[in-house]
């Protein structure tokens, strides 16, 4: 009895949808304002094994007052740990992505916090 009813629950259920995550390629970009400045951070990342992943990232920040922006830019990796993403860019800093909250926070100066957009770019 209990093998009919998993066996429905799981129809009942359908497939599970796979998340940006578990495809080859993916990102994760997010917004906040400071104050008079305005700073996004775009990240891009190539799977390189299971839970890992290479990471091209861009932070900007934006004087909303003067309209002068400036850019940082690197290269680094990203590996899972226990729900979250841990990522590590040289010239930029270290960022964790929590996949559950879906929110990214770290120690980069002039990377935006906070919600994160995720997305396979289809």
Sequence with gaps: MRTILTLAALAVAGPAAAGPMDEPRWQAGTTERRGHDELTTSLSFERT???????????????????????????????????????????????????????????????????VDLGTGD
């Design 49 to 115: 094994g299971p839970g890992e992943w290479s990471v091209a990232a861009r932070c900007e920040t934006r004087d909303t007052r003067t309209g002068r922006w400036r850019a940082r830019t690197g290269t680094g990796a990203a590996v899972r740990s226990m729900g979250l993403i841990l990522i590590d860019v040289a010239k930029v800093g270290r960022m964790v992505l929590n996949e559950r909250a879906g929110e990214i926070f770290g120690n980069a100066p002039g990377c935006a916090q906070g919600s």
